[in-house]
């Protein structure tokens, strides 16, 4: 079975500007998880999706946003970049969202900000 | 504030020494508790989880962690690290999301 895939894997972008990522579930996973991983910061939660609904959100500012489609798939979007979005973005899908489940990772995305 | 605290930033062994990484957690509900490593180049990767049950759980390359209630700790163990160990290393909790730890760096000397 296909893990966690995302698009693109590299990203290289200018202040200010707005990008895109996507990711796809292992078939049959429901809920997606979007992190942040940062030197500095460490993984941080952003958002987590299922069945195309936000259900849980991190602290984040509003310029992140994302959503889900109909076949589980989900994007996030970041608007009006800043040199400290530069960081790997992945994301994760379980079954399910809740308790007792286990996310399985993707390979992320990297995104330079310059 | 729900947290994980890894005690271990980074962590230098030889072959075939034991492993011991510590990492305790703070939250007050039913615990869902995770490692996870990032090997060199590569995606996170589940090594084991501790839902309930049987405190001490097995994971994959010989790697065990035990869940002490008492202590909120789920330390991660392996009695003879290699080289391809090298990796590192992060404790999560489920809260509703993942918390996760800063991490562990493992490097294993050949």
């Known amino acids: 079975k296909a893990g966690v895939t995302q698009t693109p894997r590299y990203l290289i972008k200018t202040r200010g500007q707005q990008v895109t990522l996507s990711c796809s579930p292992i078939s049959g996973h429901r809920s997606v998880s979007w992190y942040q991983q940062t030197p500095g910061q460490g993984l941080q939660f952003l958002f987590e999706y299922f069945s195309e609904t936000q259900r849980n959100k991190g602290n984040f500012p509003g310029r992140f946003s994302g959503r889900q489609f109909s076949n589980s798939r989900s994007e996030m979007n970041v608007s009006t970049l800043e040199l400290g979005d530069s960081a790997l973005y992945l994301c994760?899908?379980?079954?399910?969202?809740?308790?007792?489940?286990?996310?399985?990772f993707g390979p992320g995305t990297r995104l330079l900000v310059l | 504030a729900q947290s994980v605290s890894q005690h271990n930033h980074h962590v230098i062994l030889s072959e075939a020494a034991s492993l011991e990484l510590g990492c305790n957690y703070s939250y007050g509900g039913t615990v869902n508790l995770f490692w996870y490593v990032q090997y060199p180049g590569q995606h996170l990767q589940l090594l084991l989880k501790y839902f309930s049950g049987d405190p001490l759980v097995k994971g994959i390359k010989g790697f065990e962690a035990e869940f002490i209630k008492s202590k909120f700790s789920f330390n991660l163990r392996k009695p003879s690290v290699q080289w391809s160990d090298t990796a590192e290393y992060f404790c999560a909790v489920y809260t509703g999301k993942l918390i996760f730890g800063q991490g562990t760096t493992l490097q294993v000397k050949p």
């Open positions: 994760a899908s379980s079954w399910t969202q809740g308790a007792g489940e286990t996310q399985y």
